[in-house]
């Protein structure tokens, strides 16, 4: 996405070869999601073995625990709940609709937030991978360890907001800083569920990787959709 100029407006419209570009958005996903199911099943039977010492992270977190570091923490983790990612998401995509007028933006982002959701829930439910034998300072959900659910939520809500936010911003530094600051978001969801007890690290990596792979697959598919801007005088 590029920033608007005043006379030009981005609009939806279909492309001509619409069925080839459901096609390989679809190969897209169901090739991340296969990829995603296949390092849950060896991080949970045969590279088990070799990830053992990565809860030593955790370890070292929990032995610095404090009273206030257990706040911050939760206020991290809670920040990428279902029900805060759900509500932050259509309050964000309300504004930019009536910021930009436009459903270019607001769908990238809801888009990206239900494809990660819907990845994270198909691989929870053929990878079944222990939470880490420490102390949890939060109910355990139902869901496998892997990956990270609260990582990939949090990663496609603030990676999608800072690539819309910096289409519309004109430098370079300033895109770059707008999507940094952001991403401060995710960052700090992982490593507070980490301090908690409630993921392996590499849960949380591949969390944020199924964030990311999310955004980038809609951006890829809302961009291939929609045919050159449209003028408007």
Do not use: C
């Not at 990428?80 to 930019?96: H, P, R, S």
């Not at 439910?125 to 139902?142: F, G, I, K, M, T």
């Not at 849960?203 to 199924?210: A, C, K, P």
């Amino acid at each position: 996405m590029t920033a608007p100029e005043n006379t030009r407006q981005h609009a939806l419209a279909p492309r001509a070869d619409g069925r080839r570009w459901l096609w390989v958005t679809i190969a897209r996903v169901v090739g991340w999601l296969a990829a995603l199911v296949g390092v849950g099943f060896l991080v949970g039977g045969p590279l088990a073995g070799l990830l053992e010492d990565e809860d030593g992270m955790i370890s070292a977190l929990q032995s610095a625990r404090t009273s206030t570091w257990d706040a911050v923490s939760h206020v991290g983790s809670r920040a990428a709940d279902t029900a805060t990612i759900v509500g932050t998401a259509l309050a964000v995509g309300l504004v930019l609709r009536l910021v930009w007028k436009s459903w270019v933006e607001p769908l990238l982002v809801w888009a990206a937030v239900a494809l990660q959701s819907a990845v994270f829930l198909a691989t929870t439910l053929l990878v079944s991978r222990e939470r880490p034998e420490l102390d949890q300072l939060d109910p355990a959900p139902p869901t496998s360890s892997f990956p990270s659910g609260h990582s990939g939520a949090s990663t496609a809500l603030y990676l999608s907001l800072g690539l819309v936010l910096a289409s519309h911003v004109r430098s370079r530094a300033g895109r770059v800083l707008v999507v940094a600051l952001l991403v401060l978001v995710p960052l700090g969801v992982g490593l507070s569920r980490l301090y908690r007890g409630m993921h392996h690290p590499s849960d949380v990596v591949f969390g944020v990787l199924n964030g990311v792979v999310a955004v980038l697959v809609v951006r890829a598919a809302v961009l291939g959709w929609r045919d050159e801007p449209v003028r408007r005088d």
